[in-house]
């Protein structure tokens, strides 16, 4: 029933709700619409989704995206929030939302007092401009739909949008269009990569404007695959550079390495100067060595010793350093001014040195070295050797206080950087650690009682990569030491009745570390009858990876080399003979090679050799069958037993 007051105002509408939902907007993204095939494996599907790079002048950008996702369950409910950044060089111009039920009905729009503003300082910034504007459309029932619009004008045009439509697994996209508007006379840089057939960009002028379009329809979702290749490598996606950028003032030009290397490097030059008393200090800190490797340890440990790194971003401020002088007077700085800082100390000492650009992270991939663009996150040291017989170079990490001598390892290692030099950019690679410097070398002598309870000492060294998971533990609280140790170990029940450490010589060519331990293993062998089984292998058990369901979609990449060795010394009573001992194995394939014999020595006990080498490497998803095939072997030789008969001596 319709009630009204009178003529053109209504008091209210007392009809049913299907009625109600007539007079409403139309419905959006109903669930219903979506395509079955879109819906298989997917936690989430993108409806829509719209982004556009909007290029004013060399000095200006504006992005604007317009995204609606259905969330189907709550593995996907990470879509239903936002975050979108901003700073002194980056302005949010707006910032909108809604949300709609499974029938596509609007349940709500995002209100200003939705949406949190937020700090997105690291913790050890001194100062940071970085912020951000974040909403949550979450709901309690699942499937719903958000959709959010949001621009942003940027005053640095140094990084332009990188589209990737599918950017995780388990999300399907329904539709998905990327534009970029290019100013008259200035010409944009892109690479592609895998793009379904038919969705190459389209160029077309509109006005002063040159547009170039790309669009992806109907993307299933990917399911998550073991070994595989970064998610980054697998899906469509675009990536765009400027050819010319200016960021507040200094301008530059982008069409190659060594372009983006002399912008970096002309933004700082000139901030090397040291006080003369330094400069002083640090050349009787060196004086009477003659060796150029020892001279420039003993700078890095100046270094070290005398400076904290605090991390300071405003503006400009994330690519020109703070002057060396700074860094002298206040004793911290960020991984540039402590990058520069080290290298003016080298030059007061007679040695020539570079910084160099990397991505840094432990789960970094490396840059792309075919598309020259904006692509790293921190500065390293690079410091040539010239008295070395051979080409050798030291790298230095001097944001750290306890990184090892020339040690890179899993933050900025196995991957290139561009070293800034007068002339420009130049892509090199950093050092590579492989199977031979990532090493675990394990001893174990277990002594086993007649009722199977054993007491044991364990000593492993650890070299690169493999240091690089317990360089730390030493600096921790005992108890912690011991919940760590204890998450590695693959021992079913023990417990840690010692614990030491101690470092490899600084001179060493790798850093490494050895742990010792002392255990207690109380039922570790109990007696079954008359017999006895023991599981040599108490220290590494490999399980295989989980098979593929259907058909493997990705590439297998092994990407961390490692060489493992465990060599277990058995002391048992005399009571114990052996009634069979475990075969050898002995497997080498293209993806690694494995091997283990246990051996019975004169005095009564036995010695068990594993050895696992894997390489890093990559290879055709048509190989992982075998590869599957490889791991199987291992976990079954893993678990292989020695069975032991009690008699009555």
Not at 295 to 315: D, E, H, M, P, W
Not at 362 to 389: G, K, M, W, Y
Not at 616 to 631: I, N, V
Request: proline content about 7%.
């Amino acid at each position: 029933m319709l009630r009204v007051i009178y003529p053109g105002v209504l008091l209210c509408l007392l009809l049913p709700p299907a009625a109600w939902a007539a007079y409403g907007p139309a419905p959006k993204y109903a669930v219903a619409d979506l395509p079955a095939a879109l819906r298989e494996n997917a936690h989430a599907v993108i409806r829509q989704q719209q982004e556009q790079l909007l290029v004013k002048s060399a000095a200006r950008t504006v992005e604007t995206t317009h995204r609606a996702v259905t969330i189907l369950d709550e593995a996907g409910a990470r879509w239903a929030s936002e975050l979108v950044y901003y700073s002194s060089l980056n302005s949010i111009s707006y910032f909108r939302g809604a949300v709609y039920d499974a029938g596509g009905h609007l349940l709500r729009q995002l209100r200003s007092q939705d949406i949190q503003d937020i700090s997105l300082s690291d913790g050890f910034s001194l100062a940071s401009d970085a912020r951000g504007r974040v909403a949550d459309l979450s709901q309690p029932t699942y499937p719903y739909t958000v959709e959010f619009d949001y621009e942003v004008v940027s005053d640095n045009p140094l990084f332009y949008s990188t589209w990737r439509p599918q950017p995780v697994e388990q999300l399907a996209v329904e539709q998905a269009s990327f534009k970029v508007l290019m100013p008259a006379g200035m010409a944009l840089r892109y690479q592609e990569q895998l793009l379904p057939a038919g969705t190459a960009q389209a160029k077309r002028t509109q006005g002063s404007q040159e547009v170039y379009e790309w669009q992806v329809n109907n993307l299933v979702a990917r399911e998550e695959e073991a070994d595989a290749p970064p998610l980054a490598e697998l899906t469509p996606a675009v990536y765009t550079a400027p050819s010319e950028f200016e960021v507040q003032g200094h301008a530059g030009r982008l069409n190659s390495w060594a372009d983006l290397g002399r912008w970096t490097y002309e933004l700082n030059a000139g901030r090397d100067e040291l006080p003369p008393a330094l400069k002083a200090g640090v050349a009787a800190l060196v004086q009477g060595e003659t060796d150029e490797r020892a001279r420039i340890r003993k700078v890095y440990r100046f270094l070290q010793a005398n400076t904290r790194y605090i991390s300071v971003q405003l503006g400009l401020g994330g690519w020109q350093t703070f002057p060396a002088s700074a860094v002298a007077a206040n004793g911290y700085g960020d991984c540039k001014a402590l990058t520069n800082y080290c290298q003016a100390l080298l030059g007061a000492a007679g040695i020539t040195a570079h910084a160099a650009l990397v991505r840094a992270g432990s789960d970094e991939q490396d840059i792309r070295t075919a598309f020259p663009s904006s692509q790293f996150n921190h500065v390293v040291l690079c410091v040539p050797l010239r008295q070395s017989a051979r080409p050798d170079t030291v790298w230095l990490e001097c944001t750290s206080q306890t990184n090892p001598f020339g040690y890179m390892g899993g933050f900025t290692g196995n991957r290139h950087a561009l070293l800034l030099l007068p002339e420009g950019g130049k892509l090199i690679p950093t050092p590579r650690y492989g199977a031979a410097e990532n090493r675990q070398e394990r001893l174990a002598h277990v002594y086993l009682d007649v009722d199977g309870n054993a007491t044991a000492t364990l000593r492993t060294l650890r070299t690169g990569l493999e240091y690089d998971a317990v360089s730390g533990l030493p600096g921790l609280e005992l108890a912690e030491q011991k919940k760590r140790i204890g998450s590695r170990l693959s021992l079913p029940n023990f417990t840690l009745t010692k614990v030491a450490y101690q470092h490899t010589s600084p001179t060493a060519p790798l850093p490494g570390l050895t742990e010792t331990l002392a255990l207690t293993l109380p039922a570790l062998a109990p007696p079954s009858g008359k017999r006895v089984f023991l599981t040599p292998n108490l220290l590494s058990r490999l399980a295989p990876p989980q098979a593929t369901v259907g058909e493997r979609q990705s590439d297998l990449l092994l990407d961390h080399a490692f060489t493992q060795q465990d060599t277990v010394l058995l002391h048992l009573p005399a009571s114990l003979r052996p009634e069979q001992l475990p075969a050898p194995v002995q497997l080498s394939t293209p993806f690694g090679t494995y091997s283990t014999q246990l051996t019975a020595l004169p005095d009564g006990s036995f010695r068990y050799v594993r050895r696992l080498v894997m390489p890093r490497t990559r290879f055709a998803r048509t190989e992982y069958p075998a590869y599957l095939e490889f791991r199987r072997k291992i976990s079954a030789a893993d678990k292989a037993q020695l069975v032991l008969l009690k008699t009555e001596a």
